[in-house]
């Protein structure tokens, strides 16, 4: 299988399209005979970025690599940052607006979720500046470290 690379914007509040990335990978990567346990894994931390996206940073840039050997999500937007990532990688820390709790969202366990399933993750992040999360998932049992 040669390197497949797609590229994907998140709207600032559009909603009603959340999970359309998601939703996107996990059609083709069964058209590529993916696992369904890599599409899963793969569905899940992108479902979790895109809504951290949409929710903290107005939106932004999804970037994917797909190879034989790992899945690479490269998600990079222009909020306000993250003050603090050890904070925010805590469960149940949120600094969500109340409209985004009041559509169900906000609850802090984005960030627990797509730790608990992918096998290595990256966050640069600068305060007024914006974040760049990479996170890969690695499709041989040998590498991954969430199987």
Known sequence: MEN?????TVENN????MGQVSNNMRQKLKELNFS???IRR???VLYQGEINMLIHAGGGR???DISEECITMTLIDKGPGIENIEEALVDGYSTASDHAKSLGFGEGTGFSSMIKFRDEMQIYSEPGVGTTLIMKIFTSVENSENV
Do not use: M, P, Q, R
């Open 4 to 8: 497949i690379k797609l590229n994907y």
């Open 14 to 17: 559009d909603f009603l399209n």
């Open 36 to 38: 369904s346990e890599i």
């Open 42 to 44: 793969v569905a899940t």
């Open 62 to 64: 999804i970037d994917i």
